[in-house]
């Protein structure tokens, strides 16, 4: 299954919301989806799974929505930390794949 | 707190074998899977392969089919990857992570908590 994310960079000022999209090739239909955060030089970290549920201490500013083969990750009140590298990963049939990622820049 | 810890950057010769270990922390070693990942420069994340840590045979994915090996260490808590007939393409940072399933009953899992990462440079 093939991940398309887009946009491949967003540039968003402090406190506004950004809105980053993950489309499928196929179907998920149990929606095993999950987003993550990468700053550089840093591990991966797990913001979301099953497309809307929010990991541990994840700030609620984070929300993820959708099914099927379109899903998003909105990023509310936007801080200046949020700037990252945000991955899409679909574990719902194998073998698991990644999007490109999203770049987002906060100006 | 959940730690994994893998060792230290390599550097290696082309058609040369790599080993790098991740130790775990912090939780339940045997009622986890751990998986490996990789991320090439400037590339997205590609899943490399899992392994039971209570026990059953590792599982990897058919582009690794025939030169990746993982192994655990019950007695450390400690999973190893072994990649052999290295080429300038391993060049990446290799990650494992600990898999939480989806589901009861299915193998199907995201991925909670990463190591720090290490760095695999493949260079004549």
């Known amino acids: 299954i093939v991940l398309t994310q887009s946009p491949g960079t967003l540039s968003v000022s402090p406190g506004e919301t950004a809105t980053l999209s993950c489309r499928a090739s196929?179907?998920?239909?149990?929606?095993?989806l999950a987003w993550y955060q990468q700053k550089p030089g840093q591990a991966p970290k797990l913001l979301i799974y099953?497309?809307?549920r929010r990991a541990t201490g994840v700030p609620d500013r984070f929300s993820g929505t959708g099914s099927g083969t379109d899903f998003t990750l909105s990023i509310s009140t936007l801080e200046p930390e949020d700037s990252a590298i945000y991955f899409c990963?679909?574990?719902?049939?194998?073998?698991?794949?990644f999007g490109q990622g999203t770049r987002l820049d906060i100006k | 707190q959940v730690e994994l810890v893998q060792s230290g950057a390599e550097v290696k010769r082309p058609g040369a074998s790599v080993t790098v270990s991740c130790k775990s922390s912090?939780?339940?070693?045997?009622?986890?899977?751990v998986h490996w990942l990789r991320q090439a420069p400037g590339q997205g994340l590609q899943w490399m392969g899992r392994?039971?840590?209570?026990?059953?045979?590792?599982h990897y994915a058919q582009e690794f089919q025939g030169r990746l090996n993982l192994t655990r260490d019950l007695s450390t808590t400690t999973v190893y990857m072994e990649l052999t007939g290295l080429t300038s393409d391993d060049t990446a940072v290799y990650f494992c992570?600990?898999?939480?399933?989806?589901?009861?009953?299915?193998?199907?899992?995201?991925?909670?908590?990463w190591g720090q990462g290490t760095r695999v440079t493949v260079s004549a």
């Open positions: 992570a600990r898999g939480r399933v989806a589901a009861a009953g299915t193998i199907r899992s995201y991925f909670d908590n």
């Open positions: 912090g939780f339940t070693f045997t009622a986890y899977y």
């Open positions: 392994i039971q840590s209570y026990g059953g045979g590792p």
């Open positions: 196929q179907r998920l239909n149990l929606n095993y």
């Open positions: 099953s497309a809307s």
């Open positions: 990963h679909q574990y719902n049939d194998a073998p698991d794949t």
